[in-house]
């Protein structure tokens, strides 16, 4: 159960229509997970500072069970993401930050109880 949660500080205006579905469709591609598991929240008009600066930019966080946890996953990933990011808001790499986060399944709270026990 992936999640995915994209900040960025670009107005709303600027962030393309139906972008939640393409990231979600693109992280369950990049994750092998099913797409109906992956969990999108999109928040434009958020305030950053990266690097000394409040150009547009934008901060990528995922999270899931299994598929995050080594460095050699994770390049694969960020390069992935990399590529649908810069194409979608564009944005340079230098402006874009990636966190991975692997989750256990005691973390994950669903349907009345955690994923340990589903």
């Known amino acids: 159960m992936p999640f995915v949660e994209l900040e960025t500080n670009l107005p709303a205006s600027r962030v393309p229509a139906g972008l939640e579905k393409r990231l979600c469709e693109a992280a369950a591609a990049i994750l092998d997970k099913p797409e109906d598991r992956v969990s999108v929240t999109i928040r434009p008009d958020t305030s950053l500072l ?52 692997p989750l256990e399944p005691w973390q994950i709270g669903k349907n ?4 340990t026990f589903l």
């Open 112 to 115: 009345g109880t955690v994923m």
């Open 50 to 101: 990266m690097n000394g600066s409040t150009e547009p930019c934008a901060h990528l966080l995922v999270s899931s069970i299994g598929v995050v946890g080594t460095a050699e996953k994770n390049r694969g990933h960020s390069s992935r993401f990399f590529e649908f990011l810069t194409k979608e808001l564009a944005l340079s790499q230098d402006r874009i930050i990636i966190r991975f986060f």
